[in-house]
């Protein structure tokens, strides 16, 4: 591999969230942010080597930095590449016409029940090609990575057979831009190809989930677990055959209904409990004495016109929290983070601090990549975004995304 080192300078404020790391992104306060004034980083082979205030920075470590380019950063300021922690990014055609049914008072379950929802989306994407749903999934990434995503978690789940998730995850591994975790969701709902629900988990448990851990294409595995779609019971076998298989878990649950999906998966470990609205407070005490990190998913609550999770009651007690847009084509058709932050600060009661970690550090807990990327400290990689103005713009204007430069493994990426 070709040596590369840069240092990155002309940074008026960067955001290190060393004190978030060290306290595990939990109960964090400004201070946390870990904010460094006329900063000066130095990235060798897309890590972090060096980072801290440019005038401690003495000369003869500039020499001994060997061959390296300098970039200025124009005075921006810096925070380290937003982890974009639950998204299901590919998928063909869209419901634009199930949102205006929604709003005259159909619910989403009533949708499903009729082959809408989740299975319109499964009938364009099986019929969409490899090639064509790369098109589609490709721009989206720009787009998440125009607003500062580094790090993108992609979701299989429009497929429900192995033949058409293949495609999914593979389309997915195929993306250019930022660092890709795929998660296998083949138990997204009921398959058109089986007569029900525990058929199809039948076949999940034993051909899929193995081809899927043999064939190495997914880092993580999600199931829906909710009325009308999987119960407890099919849960229960789908997280004892992936740990059997060695894969890091992550469920939908609490999302429409107090269900006990995340009491369930709380047995196992879970990198995350995603959605988590109807989540009780028994619960939320278990979760803050685990290493589980709640995703919360603001957006796919407003679209749906639903409550918003106890982010409040999660954080004072110490729960560490991840934020995300849960972009899919049905409960939440947007990428757009600055709308989730909003939403986290005006109707969960998040402070920016909160919002920043839970994007960051968060988002990196829930997908198991904390000790790489969330931060911009020591030895993780040189993953940032830097724009314009002061950290406490952010999250401010719904739909404005100041960033003017993206940096992954210290390249360039936007
Ligand atoms: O996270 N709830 C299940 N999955 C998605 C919605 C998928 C869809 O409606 O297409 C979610 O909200
Ligand atoms: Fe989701």
């Keep these: 591999m070709q040596e590369s080192a840069y240092v990155f300078e002309e940074i008026a404020e960067l955001l290190s969230m060393s004190g978030a790391e060290k306290g595990g992104a939990r109960n964090v306060t400004d201070e946390d942010l870990g904010i460094i004034r006329d900063a000066l980083m130095v990235c060798r082979n897309g890590r972090i080597e060096w980072v801290g205030e440019k005038s401690k920075f003495k000369a003869d470590q500039i020499r001994a930095l060997g061959n390296h380019k300098t970039v200025s950063l124009g005075n921006a300021t810096v925070l380290p590449g937003f ?42 994407t099986r019929e969409a090609s490899a ?50 975790v795929k998660t296998y969701l083949g138990p997204h709902s009921r398959s058109p190809d089986h007569p029900d629900l525990s058929s199809y988990m039948n076949e999940i448990l ?19 677990i909710e009325k ?39 047995q196992f470990e879970p990198l995350s409990v995603d959605h988590v609205v109807y989540v009780t407070e028994e619960t939320i005490a278990k979760l803050s004495r685990s290493q589980t990190t709640a995703v919360l998913l603001p957006a796919s609550d407003f679209y749906l016109k639903m409550k918003y999770p106890p982010a409040r009651e999660m954080l004072d007690r110490g729960v560490r929290v991840a934020l995300s847009t849960d972009f899919n084509p049905g409960t939440s058709p947007t990428q757009d983070l600055s709308l989730v932050g909003v939403l986290a ?70």
């Design 345 to 414: 600060r005006v109707e969960m009661k998040m402070k920016l601090a909160e919002v920043l970690t839970a994007f960051t550090l968060g988002g990196a807990w829930a997908l198991g990549r904390a000790h790489e990327v969330g931060s911009l400290t020591v030895g993780k990689f040189c993953d940032f975004s830097a724009f314009e103005g002061r950290w406490q713009d952010l999250f401010y204007s719904v739909g404005e995304h100041p960033v003017h430069s993206v940096y992954k493994g210290g390249e360039k990426i936007v």
């Design 83 to 124: 982890v974009e922690c639950h998204t299901h990014l590919v998928f063909a055609g869209n419901r634009s016409e199930e949102f205006e049914w929604r709003m005259q008072g159909q619910t989403y379950q009533e949708i499903a029940a009729k082959g809408g929802g989740i299975l319109s989306t499964v009938r364009a």
């Design 206 to 224: 034993e051909r899929d989930l193995p081809e899927i851990a043999k064939a190495k294409l997914a880092d993580r595995v999600d199931i829906y």
């Design 131 to 180: 090639h064509e749903l790369q098109r589609l999934a490709q721009a989206r990434a720009d787009r998440f990575a125009r607003q500062g995503v580094t790090t993108l978690e992609v979701k299989s789940g429009y497929g429900l057979n192995l033949e058409s998730e293949r495609k999914i995850l593979e389309v997915a591994s195929r993306l250019s831009g930022p660092r890709i």
């Design 228 to 266: 009308g779609f999987f119960d407890l019971e099919s849960a229960h076998k789908f997280f004892t055959k992936a740990r059997e298989l060695g894969l890091p878990i992550a469920a939908h649950v609490e999302q429409l209904s107090d269900f006990g999906g995340t009491e369930l998966a709380m």
